[in-house]
Nanobody
Framework: QVQLVESGGGLVQAGGSLRLSCAAS????????MGWYRQVPGKQRELVAT???????NYADSVKDRFTISRDNAKNTVYLQMNSLKPEDTAVYYC?????????????WGKGTLVTVSS
């Protein structure tokens, strides 16, 4: 079983920055692709960015050149550095991790952290 602990959300003014962190429990080699998703009320959860075990990254067009995803494999932690934040970035941000559990490779989700960007 993989457990996720997210941190770093909060309130920031437009143009500001925030850094999200998500630490995953698990033994070495049991954590695969890690990523961040976001959701606003009434809308589907959408991909923000993902990063593989060899640090290959993928970003939503809406965040390219503003957000940077990274990971520390020794700590099983993924980060999302968010710069030049816009009010439309306001959402609950969820960490998702592909982890090796008792039933094999499974997707695990964090509880979410709220990011609010004021205009």
């Amino acid at each position: 079983q993989v457990q996720l602990v997210e941190s770093g959300g909060g309130l920031v003014q437009a143009g500001g920055s925030l850094r999200l962190s998500c630490a995953a429990s698990g033994r070495p080699g049991s954590i695969g692709t890690m990523g961040w998703y976001r959701q606003v009320p009434g809308k589907q959860r959408e991909l923000v960015a993902t990063i593989t075990t060899i640090s290959s990254t993928n970003y939503a067009d809406s965040v390219k050149d503003r957000f940077t995803i990274s990971r520390d494999n020794a700590k099983n932690t993924v980060y999302l550095q968010m710069n030049s934040l816009k009010p439309e970035d306001t959402a609950v941000y969820y960490c998702k991790v592909r982890g090796l559990g008792v039933l094999g490779w499974t997707d695990y989700w964090g509880k979410g952290t709220l990011v609010t960007v004021s205009s």
